[in-house]
């Protein structure tokens, strides 16, 4: 008989829940059909031993600066180490604080990239001057909770797959070359013969997000156009939502 796989419960610790007799593959199992934020992030306060399975590396890859040399499972320096490791259906939570460099990172597989903190100002994503952008999109993908900035390109760069960018901030730096800087660009077409998203369909959706600098919020290459645009005013900040899709 397989020997079940459970982590010691806190001393102290009732057993009042039905949750607390699970073993922790099947808890986990549960946990992974939370949404990474707020839910299953919530979940890490309950205990230690719900703690220990929200943050458990099947679950989620996390993107942080060690604070001594220690190598922790699913734990990497930066997002392109952690993009290029994640199998595809992975979440990649980036920790809050300090400055994240993402310069020309490709994002071949499915993936959902969420800032860690409480606001998207407290996780930021810098690309550097010489970059064309911050990430490459080629496969349907969900960002969410970030600030992406970009010196001069573009902070998003789309391909094919459909994207979802969610309470974000994207910032163009403002500089001579505005003309030349893009928060969005998408370059998919409507229909490509090579492409195995056919199915699919290719198209970039924008929710609660705040666009500021570059010459146009989007840019689109390919056949895809901009629809059904809505903005919301605040006293600091204004806040878009809108789709780029087939024509």
């Known amino acids: 008989m397989t020997k079940r796989w459970i982590s010691p419960a806190p001393s102290g610790e009732a057993l009042t829940s039905p949750f607390n007799i699970l073993d922790d593959g099947c808890l986990m199992h549960i946990l992974s059909f939370l949404?990474?934020?707020?839910?299953?992030?919530n979940t890490a306060l309950v205990c230690h031993r719900w703690r220990f399975l929200a943050?458990?590396?099947?679950?989620?890859?996390?993107?942080?600066?060690?604070?001594?040399?220690?190598?922790?499972?699913?734990?990497?320096?930066?997002?392109?180490?952690?993009?290029?490791?994640?199998?595809?259906?992975?979440?990649?939570?980036?920790?809050?604080?300090?400055a994240h460099v993402a310069c020309n990172i490709q994002i071949?597989?499915?993936?959902?990239?969420?800032?860690?903190?409480?606001?998207?100002?407290?996780?930021?994503?810098?690309?550097?001057?010489?970059?064309?952008?911050?990430?490459?999109f080629l496969s349907t993908c969900k960002i969410a909770n970030?600030?992406?900035?970009?010196?001069?390109?573009?902070?998003?760069?789309?391909?094919s797959g459909r994207l979802t960018i969610e309470e974000c901030l994207l910032q163009c730096e403002q500089n001579p070359l505005d003309y030349l800087s893009f928060p969005i660009i998408s370059t998919a077409i409507e229909y490509d013969s090579f492409s195995s998203l056919k199915e699919q369909g290719h198209g970039v959706t924008v929710v609660r997000t705040r666009i500021e600098g570059g010459a146009k919020a989007v840019r689109t290459n390919g056949t895809l156009a901009l629809q059904r645009?809505?903005?919301?005013?605040?006293?600091?900040?204004?806040?878009?939502?809108?789709?780029v899709g087939e024509k």
């Open 35 to 41: 949404s990474p934020i707020p839910d299953r992030y």
């Open 55 to 98: 943050c458990h590396p099947k679950l989620w890859l996390r993107v942080e600066r060690p604070i001594r040399n220690i190598i922790e499972p699913g734990v990497y320096p930066n997002l392109e180490a952690a993009v290029s490791a994640a199998r595809p259906g992975d979440t990649i939570l980036i920790a809050a604080g300090g």
């Open 146 to 159: 970030l600030t992406i900035r970009a010196e001069l390109g573009c902070c998003l760069l789309h391909r």
């Open 108 to 136: 071949k597989k499915p993936l959902c990239i969420i800032g860690g903190g409480e606001l998207p100002d407290d996780t930021v994503l810098t690309c550097s001057r010489g970059s064309d952008n911050a990430l490459e």
């Open 229 to 243: 645009v809505r903005a919301i005013y605040s006293r600091s900040s204004v806040f878009f939502w809108f789709e």
